[in-house]
């Protein structure tokens, strides 16, 4: 039961049932089609692209849909951002050069986190 359901049952009210969620195709996405997952429209799944992968991440709306802590990462390519620890609009791109040692780990590390808490729905074309 997650808290929101306990703190209904505690004080007797009834919780909204959320809308079932959408599911992302699994296929291959250009920059210019992920950016079109980026929560705006609510029936359309939330994407996040890493590292030439595309990771629905839908079922984190509350961290990746409009007003999330990471709501700004939907509906791009997050390599650099990621690998840099950083929510600067200029680093939404998959270019890696020039990272050091330090921020390579970092992006090997989220890749993880993706990894294991998120689908992997197919990979991110070069423009």
Known sequence: MGLGSFI?????KK??????LPIAEERDYSLSELASYDGSDP?????????????D????????????PYGM????DCTRALAKVSFD?????????GLDRDEL???EEWIEMFEGKYRRVGRLLES
Do not use: M, N, Q, W
Not at 15 to 20: A, G, K, V, W, Y
Not at 73 to 76: H, L, P, S
């Open 57 to 68: 991440v839908t079922r984190g709306r509350d961290f990746y849909g409009p007003g999330g």
């Open 15 to 20: 919780e909204e049932p959320r809308p079932p």
């Open 73 to 76: 990462f939907a509906g791009k």
């Open 43 to 55: 029936s359309r799944p939330l994407l996040v692209g890493i590292r030439g992968h595309v990771y």
């Open 8 to 12: 209904a049952r505690l004080f007797g």
């Open 89 to 97: 609009e200029d680093l939404f791109t998959g270019d890696i050069e």
């Open 105 to 107: 780990d970092k992006l």
